[in-house]
């Protein structure tokens, strides 16, 4: 920050808030700290809030203070002050600890007053409180899932996914797109499918899935003595999500009219051609709502593109856009000549377009072209030794008659694809994490949705003798 001194962030603008430090308040039963004491409930619940801080210090202007002395009250949930607002001061957050009868830490909610931030969260069921630095993945028939999936997989993802909440990011769940399935009956059927690698609204996504609001990548994975640090450092979170925790909010309830955000009532779906760019006056364009709840998707407008190729409709939300159900849409088009198109389009892509992006006017892309059937062709170039520890570069080798749109590589074992890219260069960088036959897997995929797979296996040494020492 260079011109700090001579750009003094105002308050209330998008993404510029000054460092704000937040103190938490942890009310807990006391059945969670019976074996181990208020003494050790408290130094564990301090390194949680240590965690906590060294992704919420990387990724934002926002940091957390937790001294157990004032801050730690065991009180049985029949005694306990209800979890409220009430009573907290300006910046304070006020995090209640239930104990879990399930046998693992579940649930979560948050609320918050934003502007300026009082927070609660609540409804947290936990099994334990455990000691994050010495986690276990052992399970047994007592305790089936790990200490170490249990802490990094359930409480902290929780705690980080909660905490972004209470600073106003990721209202509506990012998780409501991870699979929603396409009812219309019209062509191309376009499931929204997180889970599926070849999905094209995911595609260039990939990176949201290392954000606790939509949080996929808490598994274990790595040696033990190193996992949790892998964690918290892959751990990251989506521009739009940063954007919104690192503004102060004056106006978050007035948002859908605020100079923050672009009205939904002028959502534009602009049609072009696929191979020229240009756009595609008269084309025919649905768009859908998904209601949620698994019910159908209902049609919300359909029309034709006007002279410039573009569709204008009214989300017909307003501020409740943001609500549950209201978050995804899947527009639809086509035109003469060409393949009808499909894209998928939420409330994160639109705070990302007008929160990071600066557009004035939500608008949702989609390029229409012939009726290319080849696939892409793929090929995986030669690597050279691969090593526990060591970085190894990976090229995939792409090529499609109408220009690949995009590569991924993915490690079988692995959770999140290795690389993920839209366009070339393709040169991919894999650490590999244990010895052994790994197979590796680049997908291409082609503008038209076609794609091609090719899997490789590659022999990882342990890291040893015959790595140079140092
Ligand atoms: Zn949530």
């Known amino acids: 920050m260079p011109l700090a001194a001579a750009a003094s962030p105002t ?20 059945v969670l700290a019976a074996d181990i004491g208020a003494a050790e409930a408290g130094r564990r619940l301090v390194q949680y809030v240590a965690d906590v801080n060294s992704v919420f210090t990387r990724e934002t202007v926002r940091s957390f203070v937790f001294d157990p002395a004032t801050d730690l009250q065991l ?10 607002l009430n009573d907290l001061v300006d910046g304070e957050i006020v995090v209640c600890l239930s104990a879990s009868q399930r046998g693992y830490s579940h649930g979560g909610l948050a ?89 094209r609204y995911w595609w260039p996504r990939q990176h949201w899935r290392q954000d606790p609001l939509l949080g996929s990548v808490f598994e274990e994975r790595l040696d033990p003595q190193a996992n949790r640090s892998a964690t918290l450092a892959m751990t990251r979170f989506t521009e739009g999500t940063k954007a919104m925790i690192n503004t102060d909010w004056r106006q978050w ?37 998904d209601p949620g709840a698994q019910k159908p998707l209902e049609l919300l407008a359909s029309g034709t593109a006007d002279a410039q190729g573009r569709f204008v409709f009214d989300w017909g939300c307003g501020f409740s856009c943001f609500a549950v159900g209201k978050t995804n849409l899947l527009v639809k088009a086509g035109a003469t000549g060409r393949e009808n198109g499909a894209t998928w389009f939420t409330i994160f892509d639109a705070f990302e377009q007008k929160a990071v992006q600066g557009r004035a006017h939500f608008t949702i892309d989609l390029a229409l072209g012939g009726g290319e059937t080849a696939p892409p062709t793929v090929s995986l170039a030669e690597t050279g030794p691969a090593v526990v520890g060591q970085p190894l570069v990976l090229v995939p080798v792409a090529s499609d008659a109408s220009g690949a749109a995009g590569v991924k590589v993915m490690v079988a074992g692995n959770d999140l694809p290795v690389c993920t890219f839209v366009a070339a260069p393709y040169a991919c960088h894999w650490t590999p994490a244990r010895p052994g036959v790994q197979t590796i897997q680049v997908l291409a995929i082609n503008a038209a949705g076609r794609s091609a797979i090719v899997t490789a296996n590659v022999f990882v040494q342990p890291a040893g003798e015959r790595v140079a020492a140092r």
């Not at 009180?75 to 409220?84: G, L, N, R, T």
């Not at 600073?167 to 219309?184: I, L, N, W």
């Open 11 to 30: 308050l209330d603008a998008i993404g510029q808030a000054p460092r704000s430090v937040h103190r938490l308040k942890f009310h807990v039963d006391p």
């Open 75 to 84: 009180v049985a949930p029949s005694k306990a002050p209800a979890c409220s």
């Open 111 to 199: 609320m918050s007053w934003t502007y300026p931030v009082k927070g609660v969260i609540w409804n947290l069921n936990w099994r334990a409180i455990h000691d994050p630095q010495r986690l276990s993945r052992e399970v047994t028939a007592a305790a089936p899932e790990s200490t170490e999936k249990d802490y990094l997989g359930r409480q902290l993802k929780t705690l980080l996914h909660e905490l972004e909440h209470v600073h106003g990011a990721g209202s509506g769940e990012y998780y409501h797109a991870s699979h929603v399935t396409d009812t219309t009956g019209v062509a191309p059927k376009a499931d929204l499918a997180l889970s599926n690698p070849r999905d």
């Open 253 to 289: 309830p007035r948002w859908a009219g605020s100079t923050y955000m672009a009205a939904t009532a002028q959502t534009r779906v602009a049609v072009t051609d696929r191979a020229t760019g240009q756009a595609l006056p008269g084309a025919a364009v649905s768009v859908w709502r």
